[in-house]
C-alpha cells in the first residue's frame, strides 16, 4: 500500500512537473500533459510574478526545471542575449550577450529575436534574426557559437530550432538578398534548406536542400515513421519528411503558397498545414510517409474556411482548432477536415493556441486570453483580460504556470 502510494505521488509529480523545452513544449505541438493549469487570472489576480524583460523580442519563453529562459535583441537589435530567470521569483539570474548581429530588413510583426530557444537540461540553444546560434549551460557561459548559416528573408528570421535525439534542427526558408529581392520570396528558388547541428558541439551534421520552395517560418515537428522517425518540415510550395539521422530526403508533395508562418500540426498520420499567400490559401492534410516526389497524390482533404495566416493550430482528441488572425475560432475533423463549428472569439491573434487540461488558451494581440474548451462543442470557460503592452510570443505551460510575453514583460499566472 504505502509503495502503490509513493508511485502515485511520484506519478501526480512528474505530471506537475512537465518542463516546456522549445517552441509549442514538449512535442512541438502546443500541447502540455499538465491538469493543474490556472483557468483565471488578471494584471492582478492569480499573478506569481511579473519581470521587466529588455530589448525587442518575440521569442516565446522556455521552463526546464526552475529555470525560465528567454532571449531577446537589444540596441537596436545588434545585441543578441540569452536571459535565464527563477521560475519561481521571476527573478533574472544572468543576462548574457552571445554575439553581436547586423540588423538588415524584417517585416513589422517580427524582430530581430523572433526564433525560441530550446533547452535539453544540460544547455539552452538560441537563434537570432542573422541565423547564428549559441549554446549556453545552465551559468550562463557560453558553450559554443555557430555563425555559418547566415541568414536572408524578405521577412525577417520567424521560425524556431526543435531539439531530438542531440540533434538541433533549424529550417532556413529565405529569400536572395540580391538585385531581384522577389527570387525565393514571390518567384521559388532552390536556396532553402533544412539543417542539424551536434546539440554538444555546434558542428553541422547534415544540411539537405528542399529543391524549388519559397519563404515559409514554421517550425519542424517530428514524425515516428516505421522505418526511422523522420524529420516533417513545411516551406512556401513544398511539405517534405528527412530522414533524422542523416537528413536525406523521402518524400516531398505540393503545397502551394509563400510566406507561410504556422509550424505544422501532426495528427493520427497527417501533416496538416495551413497559411501562404498568392491566392491559394487553404489548410490541407497530407498522408505522411510515402517516397519520391508526391505531388498532392497524398493530400486527404483540403478546407478554405477558417485558415490562419500566423498562429499555428493545434490538435487534440481527434479535432483541430484553429483561430484567425482576427479573432475567429474553428473547430474541424481532424480525419476529413469537416467544420464542426466556427465562432467569432474577437480582437487579432498571432500567438499560437496551447493545450492543457481539456482546455485551450488563445492569447490575443493585447495579452487578453479566452479559454475554450478543447471539445466539439463551442464553450467558453474564461475570458482573462491583461490590457498590458503588446503579444505575438506564444505561450508555455509549466508546473502548474502559465508564462505569457509581452513587449515589455514576462508574466507567470498560477501558483507562487
Not at 532552390?190 to 547534415?206: I, P
Not at 523521402?250 to 495551413?274: C, F, H, N, Y
Not at 482546455?359 to 474548451?373: S, W
Not at 467558453?380 to 514583460?409: E, H, W, Y
Request: glycine share 12%; hydrophobic share 40%; net charge positive.
Amino acid at each position: 500500500m504505502r509503495v502503490a502510494c509513493l508511485l502515485a505521488a511520484v506519478a501526480v509529480s512528474t505530471a506537475l512537473a512537465e518542463n516546456w523545452p522549445q517552441f509549442r513544449g514538449p512535442t512541438a505541438q502546443g500541447l502540455s500533459a499538465e491538469t493543474k493549469v490556472p483557468l483565471n487570472w488578471s494584471a492582478t489576480d492569480n499573478l506569481a510574478w511579473k519581470t521587466p524583460i529588455p530589448g525587442e523580442s518575440w521569442s516565446s519563453p522556455i521552463v526546464w526545471g526552475n529555470h525560465v529562459f528567454v532571449t531577446t535583441a537589444t540596441e537596436n537589435g545588434q545585441s543578441c542575449r540569452v536571459l535565464a530567470l527563477d521560475r519561481k521569483s521571476g527573478k533574472i539570474r544572468w543576462d548574457r550577450e552571445v554575439f553581436r548581429q547586423e540588423t538588415r530588413r524584417k517585416e513589422g510583426r517580427n524582430s530581430y529575436a523572433t526564433p525560441t530557444p530550446a533547452t535539453d537540461g544540460k544547455r539552452v540553444y538560441a537563434c537570432f534574426g542573422d541565423g547564428s546560434f549559441a549554446a549556453l549551460n545552465f551559468k550562463g557561459e557560453v558553450q559554443w557559437v555557430n555563425r555559418d548559416h547566415r541568414f536572408y528573408s524578405q521577412h525577417g528570421l520567424g521560425t524556431a530550432p526543435i531539439l531530438h535525439d542531440g540533434l538541433l534542427i533549424m529550417a532556413r526558408d529565405g529569400s536572395s538578398d540580391g538585385e531581384d529581392k522577389k527570387v525565393g520570396w514571390q518567384t521559388p528558388w532552390d536556396r532553402s534548406y533544412v539543417v542539424a547541428l551536434d546539440a554538444k558541439t555546434g558542428r553541422e551534421r547534415w544540411k539537405t536542400p528542399r529543391g524549388k520552395s519559397r519563404i515559409s517560418h514554421g517550425a519542424p515537428a517530428i514524425w515516428n515513421a516505421p522505418g526511422g522517425p523522420q524529420v516533417i518540415t513545411e516551406a512556401g510550395d513544398v511539405v517534405q519528411g528527412m530522414e533524422l539521422k542523416s537528413g536525406a530526403l523521402r518524400w516531398t508533395s505540393l503545397v502551394t503558397g509563400e510566406g507561410k508562418v504556422p509550424s505544422m500540426v501532426l495528427a493520427d498520420g497527417l501533416a496538416i498545414t495551413a497559411g501562404g499567400w498568392g491566392g491559394k490559401e487553404t489548410i490541407k492534410a497530407f498522408r505522411l510517409g510515402g517516397e519520391g516526389d508526391l505531388k498532392e497524390s497524398n493530400l486527404v482533404w483540403e478546407q478554405k474556411k477558417g485558415m490562419p495566416k500566423v498562429p499555428s493550430m493545434i490538435y487534440v482528441k481527434h479535432h483541430l482548432f484553429a483561430i484567425t488572425d482576427g479573432g475567429v475560432a474553428s473547430c474541424l475533423k481532424a480525419d476529413t477536415g469537416e467544420q464542426v463549428w466556427q465562432e467569432r472569439i474577437g480582437g487579432n491573434f498571432s500567438a499560437s493556441p496551447v493545450a492543457a487540461a481539456g482546455r485551450i488558451y488563445l492569447v490575443a494581440d493585447n495579452g487578453d486570453t479566452t479559454v475554450i474548451a478543447a471539445a466539439p462543442e463551442f464553450k467558453v470557460l474564461a475570458k482573462n483580460p491583461l490590457g498590458a503592452g503588446k503579444v505575438q510570443a506564444s505561450p508555455a505551460i509549466s508546473q502548474g504556470q502559465f508564462l505569457l510575453r509581452t513587449d515589455t514583460d514576462l508574466w507567470c499566472f498560477g501558483h507562487k
